[in-house]
C-alpha cells in the first residue's frame, strides 16, 4: 500500500517525487499534527485506516492512539469516509498530495445507526422517542 522512509514511517518527503500512480495523503490531527502517506487510488478508507493505526508515525506518539483501527476516521472536504469507499472513487489526483483529516471516533453519524437503535443507546423505549415535540402557536 504504502512506501516507507528509512524509519519505516510510510511517507511521502516533500523533497520526493510522488509516483504517478499514488496519492501522497498528508493527515492531520485535531491537534494539527500532520503526517505523509503514500497509497493507492484503490485502497478503501479501511485500509488506509488500518495502515495508520498500525504504523502510527513517531511525531504523533504524544497524541491519544486510537484502541483499534476501526476507531480512526477519514475526513474529505467535511464528511466521513465510511469503510468500503476508494480513494479514488472520490476522483482524487494521482501523482499530487491530496489533505484529509483524521479523528478518533466510534461511531458516524448516519452509519449503520436507525433512529430506534439510538433511542435504546440513550435508554429509551421506542415509544418515548417517537413523539413529537414541538409547540404549535395559533
Same mark, same amino acid.
Given at each position: 500500500?504504502?512506501?516507507?522512509?528509512?524509519?519505516?514511517?510510510?511517507?511521502?518527503?516533500?523533497? &520526493?517525487?510522488?509516483?504517478e500512480d499514488k496519492i501522497?495523503?498528508? =493527515?492531520? *490531527?485535531? +491537534? %494539527?499534527?500532520?503526517?505523509?502517506?503514500?497509497?493507492?487510488?484503490?485502497?478503501?478508507?479501511?485500509?488506509?485506516?488500518?495502515?495508520?493505526?498500525?504504523?502510527?508515525?513517531?511525531?504523533?506518539?504524544?497524541?491519544?492512539?486510537?484502541?483499534?483501527?476501526?476507531?480512526?476516521?477519514?475526513i474529505y472536504l467535511g &464528511?466521513?469516509?465510511?469503510?468500503?469507499?476508494?480513494?479514488?472513487? =472520490?476522483? *482524487?489526483? +494521482? %501523482?499530487?498530495?491530496?489533505?484529509?483529516?483524521?479523528?478518533?471516533?466510534?461511531?458516524?453519524?448516519g452509519e449503520g445507526r436507525?433512529?430506534?437503535?439510538?433511542?435504546?443507546?440513550?435508554?429509551?423505549?421506542?415509544?418515548?422517542?417517537?413523539?413529537?415535540?414541538?409547540?404549535?402557536?395559533?
Amino acid at each position: 500500500m504504502a512506501e516507507t522512509s528509512t524509519t519505516g514511517v510510510p511517507s511521502a518527503p516533500r523533497s &520526493r517525487a510522488i509516483p504517478e500512480d499514488k496519492i501522497n495523503l498528508r =493527515l492531520i *490531527l485535531a +491537534t %494539527g499534527s500532520r503526517s505523509d502517506f503514500v497509497v493507492s487510488p484503490s485502497d478503501t478508507a479501511t485500509a488506509v485506516t488500518k495502515y495508520v493505526h498500525e504504523n502510527w508515525p513517531k511525531e504523533w506518539m504524544s497524541e491519544t492512539k486510537a484502541e483499534i483501527p476501526g476507531h480512526l476516521r477519514l475526513i474529505y472536504l467535511g &464528511r466521513f469516509l465510511h469503510n468500503k469507499l476508494t480513494l479514488g472513487g =472520490l476522483n *482524487l489526483p +494521482t %501523482g499530487k498530495t491530496t489533505v484529509m483529516h483524521l479523528v478518533i471516533r466510534e461511531n458516524v453519524p448516519g452509519e449503520g445507526r436507525t433512529s430506534s437503535s439510538i433511542r435504546r443507546d440513550k435508554g429509551q423505549s421506542a415509544d418515548e422517542g417517537s413523539s413529537c415535540n414541538c409547540c404549535n402557536i395559533l
